[in-house]
């Protein structure tokens, strides 16, 4: 287990750095992430490197026997790389094209920039690579990150041609595949086509949206791969990206991203910028698990939120316990290092309200005192559960193909999404509000990207919304597991649409008809509005979608219950027997306290125990090299009734248990 | 009456035609519309035309004596006419050019175009123009839609300063129509003057701009017209193109452009997209007279809703009965041509979430059986009125010039304009609110456009609605058919604006002066509030604007009486005696329910009979060959009181009368 | 005391002109402001001037005895001038580039619309400069207004480059300056150097975007000082320029550009465009007294509200008396010349919405009659106290420097800046609260630059607000003012950035700290919320922010009360004694309420008479040359109960007091 600090010498000067390391080392950190934006500190002109700079402060960390991470820097890049090479830059949806003096511009589909990143990052793996207190690498900083995994730039059009190509062969195969017969937009040569950008009205072929978003995931991938390439020829240590919330902000496929790097990384904020309020906790766990779940093993946290931040604006201040509450979750959920964002405030540049452990000054800040007890006092625990693997009765699948269809085609208003600077997707809120199920049931939940390695059959119950696009052997997958006996929960839409982006003859759920023994035939998209439903006695809320179930061979579990609405006594959730196992089928978006009720009900079908403490209280366990653990989490500024003795405001409480 | 349904051979494969034929003849329907967005398929590349594909199709439909409704395809273009001449896309207001991969991106004022289009429409003309089941020509598709009929290009831009030097002949004469002193923005040269595109702060002259939108709409219409002529020339098949809603998104004169075509189409959406509730019934009966009184006669449904729609979007769930409804509605308000849209689902492409009478699969779904049983009711009904003029005691007039105008000087925030994908029109909303009036008062009603060819000494009422404005011709128009007898309902801001966009000098309003018998001299822009009003003893509500009458000849008919506005007590309705008739001129915009109120004094005053079954309930009369009808509708998902017996929700009741 | 108004002679016939200047005698007025917009009419060609048209009007001026100020023509250009010289306009923060048609569109920037603009203003100086009945000039119309305070042209480009190297001489110096290390954007040339438009999602450096309105405010002013500096070669009349609402919208410095003018023109419109309601009466006497503050002596409203006015959309209609009470407020306020914009209604153009004295025609209004005896009632006044010193007790600070900080770095959503049409402006809406408190506690009150010539001492209590970035030598201004006994009243986040918008390693209040006898280390930006305090016994609300102050030396005032903060209990305002003074610090941003609370408190314990007539109810103090004066207004529509006997709607009370 390691506590660690983002920490930027270059904002401080040299005669600051000694007392630094001793402020982190008395806090009981022992390792920084240096580097990561200092391009133009390296290599102040072409192909001229100077690394004696980071010598000296790695130098002085060296000697104190501390580690450090190293970043390449190509989430920005020095201006003389772009008065050389204007044409680097991404342009916007909308034609604006990026220029210098901010972050995250650059184009992942040119070539002067692939050429230049290569150059640096030879440079530095040569100079670093080896070198003893290197504990690992991260490539750029959270790349797709504020807009940067779609570019709309001439460059990037040319790539998307050259990628069709390959994938398609021929015209006629695309045009086909396409559906280009559609409008008359048959494309008789490959320079015909078109980047889906900005539009006045009526949109693009949603099958070429769905081809251009998996493109750009594969130019921003095919980058980070090439630096990793780099990297592994000149050094060992392990290799990793940060990404950035929300999950599903970005149309990259992550889970293809790590398959190539050793480990995730994960920057945890759970309140950010102007909001007024933190993300709920259940929230905060999904994306945690979201991260662990990418290689399905512990990860880090590489910024770990310290202090109130944000660019412009600022927002919540977190009561006295909070943010060592958050480090604890951290570890609770998986990680087995944790770097906090950052270490001092930046006196000056675009970040300097994003505060850190210490303010402006070198006052040592309740921060500092906070999060030093904290170490404290989970460092045993947490060394006892790190890399210990974590496991889980239920799991939630995700898939990238899905996020991004319903960015394109939302459905429902209640499944927009909104690309503000911390994003309202629909597809990451319908995401956490099932994952808060049965997270607030507080049962261990892995959440998995749906190619997984991970053996589904270890899961009692497998939750699966907005499988809308499927994949033939992903179907298989799950059929395979309900027939062997497990509970799958299945969200409205799901299994119509096929890769290419045909909706199927077959009624909804097209392939999952056999296995939810359903049909549904008519459905409303109602927005934001909610809908009133009914399981036995039990009322539930429903929203953004009601789709009217037919039972074939599935048993009603609950039913539409609004008198305003014609569908009254329809079926809105069923149950289905199919082999060994059962599928359980939503036909509409329940409320965070209908997912309770009904997650209830199926952890009791399941076999699965659970508890409910109340809204604010999580608990999980863990197991351990030398002990197992119960950990009770109060997330709230109340002290809780429950369990006995309730928890103080912001109180953890991790339970030691001899293992049997 | 011919009953059809918008068909796409080219999504389907041909083994699926002779079963969708079979379906159609099963269901009703004799008549599909066929190729509109078919130019890439007929014209494979330039200038090698290619009609078997569209042979095949038609010979079957001929074999079953079906009809068929032939589209010219150019609201889209195929690809390679984009490669080839780039610059005949438009270019949006701020500045964004349209790209190929969607729809209605071309320009009308591209010669490129022109010569295209005119290739392609001849060539289709030569070989279809003959065709015996041929039963009429629509020409492109909804043109104007989507944002198409403003165009901000270079090719726009020459082409208004040649319109401009054709009507002013001289630019002295220009600038002293436009008043361009004001702000001293006098040109003098042609080359100068710009297209009054995108600005950051102060607007353009607004005579500029009403020229620049009556150019616009020139330069569509001479488009469409081209196309028409051309048709002719081989084809004696009567010709179209379908309008789309709302009436007044467009700044296009859809009177003058029907002036060369043989009949109106409509494509009539009660609910589209994202809305979670369809339109009130009257906004869809005024859009239903609105296409029936541009050329005061019978007019097609192109586009009949079957199924929800949308783009990327979905809302409104129709209960059972209520397409069924619409159906009736439209044939009862004079369509005597009903296509629907669509017939299967598209399982590709922009429209795949364009729900049909089929969905995605051959499944017959419960609006197929739903359709087929409501054309089975009312067929007899329908035969019978089908091109029986349809008479009508009250009608509303419209003005493209004040469309305009309001469009860019709203008045009040209450008026603007929101060019949203389904508009809200200030213009539209405004008008429809008057025509509710008379409609819910179940009294047959017509929409005519200001310069109608309709003798108006027919209707004992004609309502005018924001007639700021004018033109004089009209205007003594009107006057005499006051000075004859009729009764003139006449809006607030009437009159006060020549058509050189100049305020007049006299006070409001203006040229009607004499006619309403009063004077204004203050008003109050009140936004989206509301101010009280009191007739009599009935408590009213206005909107939008206030203006305070100062009645000189004419009588108070209601004052305000809001303890808020220091007006209170000053009228705000009154009416005035002149020649036979007598002119109502309302100050403010009314509510819905006052709006009833006033004309049940005004229809009394007429001697017109009404009557009022409800909010929800519509009652209107047709004259058949061979009988007379009273056809009673309920619009609600209730059971009504009114008239007895009750209707059930949805139903509608047509009772035969006897002619005398 | 001068009454006068706008006219606009190019817009009406020859014949209308006598009529018209009998009409302005017969109300009272003597003097017109002239030709602002004319450049077009008075250079119709290049080179080629006229001048014949303003010398016929300008005869029929001076034969009655009448004055007339004269506008130099530059918010806009004849067409003429963008055709020559394409690249003089200036390009919006998006990208769009300005055309000719509108207004205040040219580049400060280009050097062929200084040149342009050399040549007019020196034929215009020429021409009339020693013109016995010319008053003064207006250089050009609101300059900065609509956005074109910031322009983003390459032009505008080139010079920030040229005014950063003037400013920082070498790259190592400004580098260090802006902090570029921080995401390693260190610029190597000038050249790299962008201007900070668009971006897409990350901002520029602060410290950058800070100089780049520097810079803007800098190119503003030399234009306006250029023309000065022409004029005062050919006439004597003194020189002025006119400024619009809201004070804080542009980035420009005013107070240093009226160093070089000779007073303060200020255009008053306390209700515009679609405003349902006009600006609160201390919003308005905030803005005359920022005019009258920014050379701190009489001031000239060059156009005063008379009527209705907007652009495309309308508003609030006054009821009878208020516009003659703005009239009188104007004057009680400071102006010693007021322009009513404007004599009649333009029939066409841009403004034919912007109703003046007159409406369309020559019948002569309500308006006309109130404001005629308005200006007979309070001329006798207006003369006495007209040019005579407005002395106050109290005085508010504002700081341009501090107004551009929080436009780009608004701290909290409460802060926001806005660039609506009438701008909502974070800084002015927090500026004019804090003016409110002692303006409706009837105390006379300063608004004054914070580098104003004006001796401090002069002053009881001194309030300031938002001084965030703070300059050396006014800190120890201030100090100085509080170690001689002066009562300060510091708001929250004083004192902690300096002006290289480097953070102080200081706590907050950093420079302030030994003053305010306090540190804050903790806050909470709580966005349009709201939070509870209390002051003793007094309930009080905060908002925006709150910053939990823990006190050294100072006293506790008041103390967060609101349950759901953790900080409950913890001190929101305290009060210290420095030297013979003290400082009064606000941690939080009060409601007006809770602001008149404190203010009552903190004007006792300065021994300032105040009073509180209800929230409608403004009274101020006026010296004349012969009389002194208490001025009562009535700002509502109600009747007051106080001061006996209770003032009609709208009704101001001029008491004539003998000077002691």
């Given at each position: 287990?390691?506590?660690?600090?983002?920490?930027?010498?270059?904002?401080?000067?040299?005669?600051?750095?000694?007392?630094?390391?001793?402020?982190?080392?008395?806090?009981?950190?022992?390792?920084?992430?240096?580097?990561?934006?200092?391009?133009?500190?390296?290599?102040?002109?072409?192909?001229?490197?100077?690394?004696?700079?980071?010598?000296?402060?790695?130098?002085?960390?060296?000697?104190?026997?501390?580690?450090?991470?190293?970043?390449?820097?190509?989430?920005?890049?020095?201006?003389?790389?772009?008065?050389?090479?204007?044409?680097?830059?991404?342009?916007?949806?909308?034609?604006?094209?990026?220029?210098?003096?901010?972050?995250?511009?650059?184009?992942?589909?040119?070539?002067?920039?692939?050429?230049?990143?290569?150059?640096?990052?030879?440079?530095?793996?040569?100079?670093?690579?080896?070198?003893?207190?290197?504990?690992?690498?991260?490539?750029?900083?959270?790349?797709?990150?504020?807009?940067?995994?779609?570019?709309?730039?001439?460059?990037?059009?040319?790539?998307?041609?050259?990628?069709?190509?390959?994938?398609?062969?021929?015209?006629?195969?695309?045009?086909?595949?396409?559906?280009?017969?559609?409008?008359?937009?048959?494309?008789?040569?490959?320079?015909?086509?078109?980047?889906?950008?900005?539009?006045?009205?009526?949109?693009?072929?949603?099958?070429?949206?769905?081809?251009?978003?998996?493109?750009?995931?594969?130019?921003?991938?095919?980058?980070?791969?090439?630096?990793?390439?780099?990297?592994?020829?000149?050094?060992?240590?392990?290799?990793?990206?940060?990404?950035?919330?929300?999950?599903?902000?970005?149309?990259?496929?992550?889970?293809?991203?790590?398959?190539?790097?050793?480990?995730?990384?994960?920057?945890?904020?759970?309140?950010?910028?102007?909001?007024?309020?933190?993300?709920?906790?259940?929230?905060?766990?999904?994306?945690?698990?979201?991260?662990?779940?990418?290689?399905?093993?512990?990860?880090?946290?590489?910024?770990?939120?310290?202090?109130?931040?944000?660019?412009?604006?600022?927002?919540?201040?977190?009561?006295?316990?909070?943010?060592?509450?958050?480090?604890?979750?951290?570890?609770?959920?998986?990680?087995?290092?944790?770097?906090?964002?950052?270490?001092?405030?930046?006196?000056?540049?675009?970040?300097?309200?994003?505060?850190?452990?210490?303010?402006?000054?070198?006052?040592?800040?309740?921060?500092?005192?906070?999060?030093?007890?904290?170490?404290?006092?989970?460092?045993?625990?947490?060394?006892?559960?790190?890399?210990?693997?974590?496991?889980?009765?239920?799991?939630?699948?995700?898939?990238?193909?899905?996020?991004?269809?319903?960015?394109?085609?939302?459905?429902?208003?209640?499944?927009?999404?909104?690309?503000?600077?911390?994003?309202?997707?629909?597809?990451?809120?319908?995401?956490?509000?099932?994952?808060?199920?049965?997270?607030?049931l507080n049962v261990n939940t892995h959440s998995l990207p749906i190619r997984t390695d991970a053996d589904l059959s270890q899961y009692k119950v497998i939750s699966l919304p907005l499988y809308t696009m499927?994949?033939?052997?992903?179907?298989?997958?799950?059929?395979?597991?309900?027939?062997?006996?497990?509970?799958?929960?299945?969200?409205?839409?799901?299994?119509?649409?096929?890769?290419?982006?045909?909706?199927?003859?077959?009624?909804?759920?097209?392939?999952?008809?056999?296995?939810?023994?359903?049909?549904?035939?008519?459905?409303?998209?109602?927005?934001?509005?909610?809908?009133?439903?009914?399981?036995?006695?039990?009322?539930?809320?429903?929203?953004?979608?009601?789709?009217?179930?037919?039972?074939?061979?599935?048993?009603?579990?609950?039913?539409?219950?609004?008198?305003?609405?014609?569908?009254?006594?329809?079926?809105?959730?069923?149950?289905?027997?199919?082999?060994?196992?059962?599928?359980?089928?939503?036909?509409?978006?329940?409320?965070?306290?209908?997912?309770?009720?009904?997650?209830?009900?199926?952890?009791?079908?399941?076999?699965?125990?659970?508890?409910?403490?109340?809204?604010?209280?999580?608990?999980?366990?863990?197991?351990?090299?030398?002990?197992?653990?119960?950990?009770?989490?109060?997330?709230?500024?109340?002290?809780?009734?429950?369990?006995?003795?309730?928890?103080?405001?912001?109180?953890?409480?991790?339970?030691?248990?001899?293992?049997?």
């Open positions: 287990m390691i506590f660690g600090v983002d920490y930027y010498p270059e904002q401080w000067t040299e005669k600051d750095w000694d007392e630094d390391l001793d402020l982190m080392q008395e806090m009981g950190l022992s390792s920084v992430r240096l580097a990561e934006f200092a391009w133009a500190l390296m290599e102040p002109k072409e192909g001229k490197f100077d690394f004696r700079f980071f010598d000296r402060i790695i130098k002085k960390i060296e000697s104190r026997k501390m580690t450090f991470i190293l970043g390449t820097p190509t989430a920005t890049f020095p201006p003389w790389l772009f008065e050389k090479y204007p044409e680097i830059v991404q342009v916007s949806k909308s034609g604006i094209r990026r220029i210098i003096g901010t972050r995250r511009q650059a184009s992942f589909s040119s070539p002067a920039y692939r050429k230049a990143s290569e150059r640096i990052v030879s440079a530095m793996a040569k100079h670093y690579g080896k070198h003893p207190s290197l504990l690992a690498w991260q490539i750029d900083n959270e790349p797709g990150h504020e807009g940067s995994d779609q570019d709309y730039s001439l460059l990037a059009e040319k790539n998307f041609r050259i990628w069709l190509k390959q994938k398609y062969k021929t015209l006629d195969s695309l045009n086909k595949s396409w559906g280009s017969v559609f409008w008359g937009i048959m494309y008789s040569h490959w320079n015909q086509i078109p980047i889906p950008g900005n539009h006045l009205a009526s949109n693009f072929n949603p099958a070429m949206i769905q081809d251009y978003f998996r493109f750009q995931s594969d130019e921003l991938i095919s980058y980070i791969h090439m630096q990793a390439d780099i990297l592994k020829q000149y050094s060992k240590s392990p290799i990793t990206t940060n990404l950035f919330p929300s999950p599903f902000l970005a149309v990259t496929d992550m889970h293809k991203l790590f398959q190539k790097l050793d480990f995730v990384s994960w920057d945890n904020y759970p309140v950010w910028g102007n909001q007024l309020e933190p993300y709920p906790h259940p929230l905060v766990t999904s994306t945690l698990q979201y991260a662990r779940g990418l290689k399905n093993k512990s990860f880090t946290v590489m910024e770990q939120f310290s202090g109130v931040q944000g660019h412009d604006t600022l927002g919540y201040l977190p009561p006295p316990g909070q943010i060592g509450l958050w480090l604890t979750q951290a570890v609770v959920q998986g990680a087995d290092q944790v770097y906090f964002f950052r270490y001092r405030t930046a006196r000056f540049g675009q970040e300097q309200l994003c505060y850190g452990i210490l303010d402006h000054g070198k006052h040592k800040t309740k921060k500092f005192f906070e999060l030093k007890k904290t170490i404290q006092e989970i460092r045993e625990f947490a060394e006892d559960v790190a890399g210990v693997p974590f496991p889980a009765p239920v799991a939630i699948l995700h898939d990238i193909e899905n996020v991004r269809n319903y960015k394109h085609q939302p459905l429902s208003d209640g499944l927009k999404f909104e690309p503000v600077p911390f994003a309202k997707v629909g597809y990451d809120i319908e995401y956490a509000t099932w994952f808060a199920a049965s997270n607030l499927f994949e033939e052997e992903q179907v298989e997958r799950i059929k395979a597991y309900v027939r062997n006996g497990g509970i799958l929960v299945l969200g409205y839409r799901a299994g119509i649409k096929d890769k290419e982006h045909w909706m199927v003859e077959e009624p909804v759920p097209g392939v999952f008809r056999e296995l939810a023994g359903l049909e549904v035939h008519q459905f409303e998209a109602i927005g934001n509005n909610k809908v009133k439903l009914r399981m036995g006695l039990f009322p539930m809320k429903g929203n953004k979608f009601c789709e009217l179930l037919e039972p074939k061979t599935a048993k009603v579990i609950a039913t539409y219950s609004d008198a305003k609405k014609f569908y009254k006594g329809t079926p809105a959730i069923c149950a289905n027997q199919f082999g060994k196992g059962k599928v359980y089928y939503i036909g509409t978006s329940l409320s965070p306290e209908s997912f309770i009720l009904l997650y209830r009900r199926i952890l009791k079908d399941a076999k699965v125990p659970f508890s409910f403490l109340g809204r604010s209280v999580e608990r999980q366990t863990r197991q351990g090299k030398r002990f197992d653990y119960q950990i009770t989490m109060n997330h709230s500024m109340k002290r809780t009734w429950f369990p006995f003795p309730g928890l103080k405001p912001f109180e953890y409480r991790i339970k030691k248990i001899e293992k049997r």
